[in-house]
């Protein structure tokens, strides 16, 4: 494993172990982690439904959910 991997394994352990992220999914073949309150608006609202999508090469594409809150304008500002 290089260094890199390394460190990569390092950075999403700890953020999983603080509850910063969640663990990888495939977004193209599992649902995208969610929050319970999201769930009832997910299911209120009908939307995030990906049966419709069709993938010609059924990629696999590993997505992580911050669990996070983060203030905007702190993080984001236009300087």
């Known amino acids: 494993m290089s260094e890199d991997d390394e460190a990569f394994r390092a950075w999403l352990v700890h953020g999983v172990t603080r509850r910063w992220i969640s ?3 495939c977004a193209a073949h599992m649902p995208l982690p969610t929050t319970p309150e999201e769930d009832i ?3 209120l609202t009908g939307t ?3 049966e419709d999508i069709i993938y010609i ?3 696999c594409l590993f997505a992580l959910r911050l669990w996070k809150e983060i203030d905007e304008d702190e993080y984001f500002d236009d300087e």
Request: proline share 17%; glycine share 8%.
């Open 23 to 25: 663990m990888p999914v």
């Open 41 to 43: 608006e997910i299911v």
């Open 48 to 50: 995030g439904d990906s």
């Open 57 to 59: 090469d059924d990629p």
